[in-house]
């Protein structure tokens, strides 16, 4: 039986960095790369119980906190930052489309905080 797993990121990490393609565009490479190392540190300790993964499915919802927000602006960051964590905490070989052949993005509505729920779902 094909398994389901789901996990809760934050939308902003420390030092007022959104998870944001607007925000990641314009911050200088070193910003970027400690807000890529603080969330692998964020979510790598959520997903060191998942068994090694071969080819997955990807969907990330999106929970702003007003009714403003491009659910592709916050996805693909969200998206390349996890994707990286999962490599790095060797659950996937590689990030590539053989092993993630399907990536979502979806609206989920308004929640105080916001969030990203990850949903990973395994493949055949």
Same mark, same amino acid.
């Given at each position: 039986?094909?398994?389901?797993? +789901? #996990?809760?990121? *934050?939308?902003?990490?420390?030092?007022?960095? @959104?998870?944001?393609?607007? +925000?990641?565009?314009? =911050? +200088?490479?070193? /910003?970027? +790369?400690? =807000?890529?190392?603080? #969330?692998?540190?964020?979510?790598?300790?959520?997903?060191?119980?998942?068994?090694?993964?071969?080819?997955?499915?990807?969907?990330? /919802?999106?929970? #702003? =906190?007003?009714?403003? &927000?491009? *659910? !592709?602006? *916050? &996805?693909?960051?969200?998206?390349? #930052?996890?994707?990286?964590?999962?490599?790095? !905490?060797? %659950?996937?070989?590689?990030?590539?489309? %053989?092993?993630?052949?399907? /990536?979502?993005? %979806?609206? &989920?509505?308004?929640?105080? @905080?916001?969030?990203?729920? *990850?949903?990973?779902?395994?493949?055949?």
């Amino acid at each position: 039986m094909l398994k389901t797993y +789901h #996990f809760n990121s *934050v939308l902003y990490l420390p030092k007022r960095y @959104p998870l944001n393609l607007n +925000h990641y565009r314009n =911050a +200088h490479y070193r /910003v970027n +790369h400690k =807000a890529k190392v603080e #969330f692998a540190k964020q979510m790598i300790p959520m997903v060191q119980d998942l068994p090694q993964l071969d080819k997955i499915k990807l969907t990330y /919802v999106v929970y #702003f =906190a007003q009714k403003r &927000g491009d *659910v !592709a602006n *916050v &996805g693909s960051i969200a998206d390349k #930052f996890f994707c990286d964590a999962l490599v790095e !905490a060797k %659950k996937i070989t590689d990030d590539d489309y %053989k092993h993630i052949p399907e /990536v979502t993005y %979806k609206y &989920g509505g308004i929640s105080k @905080p916001p969030r990203i729920e *990850v949903i990973i779902e395994q493949l055949d």
